[in-house]
């Protein structure tokens, strides 16, 4: 009978609200037949009566390059997700298999990261694992199968989506949903950087774990405060383009930022942009010229400019101020190309990022629009009059190619159990 109210329940009146509130109105009959595709794969395999959870990509609203020196960032869920379709286990496994891919298969009773892990999604549910366990948290078997419209190469963190996921099935199973949004995101980006072996920061796992609009204090990289804020922008619809380019050789390039930042910290007598009074950097630079790049001093410029926009930013959110928040967006786009330059990389002709913020800002109905993430190649992020974006989307897609080009919302929910 579990198996039954579970399909019951895809079909009710609480499904289509559900639907609405994770993935927006019309996304009823694409979600209706996703949900009942995957748990009819899950129940053939583990039996009926699964749990169905949801995690969400995410994307960076405002601060740009912010948060390597302490500083402040919005960011925010959005409405594709990882799917689970999950079943408890009697015995020490966690297995978790996305469609279409070999199972995942690991032991509640052997957590410690392995070498030939690293940069695979295995890695990454043994370090959850262990980081529950050494806080302290309970753990149990289950059985996951998965399914995702997370996109990849457009910067929404398809990685963090997936830790946050087993996160939460093991807040919900084993800990009645005590265990506090920060400590899951804690524990995702404890299994990405130790056991998955990739450097980063907390932001993607906070803002899928958080839901809505994030607002993040990196001051303390231990304990950073934050404030989710609902989205509440119905008019605007949000547009991710994949501009193309070569990431494989950026690494130099995206270090550089940091590195410029701190080394005019460090003239400063800080490791941290953020240790820095504003009003000290400005009466330097004099000094600093003599010493460092005028790159170096543009990219502070930006820095400094750029944690008083989040603040702007997410005020202007929770206000529902339209036109403040479109006018903070443009203004990143603009303070990211001319003074933290990393809109295309050094030399480069094609200049992919440039060619699609320019192409946007000449499309009715484009309300602001800036690089999204890292920069040098990859993604742009518009914000378009809902009334309006079919129009840009055809017209970015004669650009970009179809594929690369994705509206979005924001949803108000983080990573979840649905039902």
């Known amino acids: 009978m579990a198996g039954a109210k579970t399909i019951e329940k895809v079909m009710s009146v609480e499904f289509i609200s559900i639907v609405k509130r994770l993935y927006g109105e019309d996304k009823l009959e694409y979600q209706t037949r996703r949900y009942k595709e995957l748990y009819n794969v899950h129940s053939k395999k583990y039996g009926e009566g699964g749990v169905f959870y949801s995690s969400p990509g995410r994307i960076e609203v405002c601060g740009n390059h912010t948060d390597h020196n302490n500083g402040k960032v919005l960011c925010a869920s959005i409405t594709v997700d990882t799917l689970a379709c999950v079943t408890p286990r009697e015995d020490d496994k966690v297995i978790v298999e996305s469609i279409g891919y070999s199972p995942i298969v690991v032991s509640l009773n052997d957590v410690l990261s392995k070498k030939d892990e690293e940069g695979k999604s295995i890695a990454l549910v043994r370090g959850v694992l262990a980081y529950f366990k050494m806080c302290g948290l309970k753990v149990g078997g289950f059985s996951a199968t998965t399914t995702s419209d997370v996109f990849k190469g457009a910067g929404v963190s398809s990685s963090a989506c997936f830790e946050v996921l087993i996160c939460e099935i093991l807040n919900q199973m084993f800990n009645d949903g005590n265990v506090d949004k920060l400590t899951k995101a804690k524990a995702s980006h404890f299994a990405e950087t130790e056991y998955f072996a990739k450097p980063c920061g907390l932001l993607d796992q906070s803002a899928i774990a958080f839901g809505g609009v994030s607002y993040i204090d990196f001051k303390s990289t231990k304990a950073p405060t934050y404030k989710s804020i609902d989205w509440n922008f119905d008019g605007l619809n949000i547009v991710l383009i994949n501009t193309g380019g070569d990431h494989s050789d950026l690494t130099e390039q995206y270090a550089s930022i940091r590195l410029e930042m701190e080394a005019v ?99 009715d109905g484009v309300k602001a629009v800036r690089v999204h993430g890292g920069g040098f190649a990859g993604t742009i992020i518009a914000y378009v009059d809902k009334n309006k974006c079919d129009s840009y989307v055809e017209n970015m897609k004669r650009v970009f190619g179809m594929e690369n080009v994705f509206v979005i919302g924001v949803r108000n929910d983080g990573t979840t159990k649905v039902f």
Do not use: W
Request: a positive charge.
């Open 265 to 363: 910290a460090k003239e400063l007598g800080a490791k941290k942009l953020r240790s820095v009074k504003e009003k000290d950097f400005y009466d330097a630079i004099p000094q600093l010229q003599k010493k460092l790049s005028g790159r170096a001093i543009l990219r502070a410029m930006h820095y400094f400019d750029e944690n008083k926009r989040v603040n702007t930013c997410a005020n202007a959110v929770k206000s529902k101020n339209e036109r403040k928040f479109c006018d903070m967006i443009n203004a990143s786009g603009e303070s990211s190309y001319t003074m933290l330059q990393n809109c295309y990389p050094y030399g480069d002709l094609e200049q992919r990022i440039p060619l699609a913020v320019n192409l946007s800002k000449k499309c």
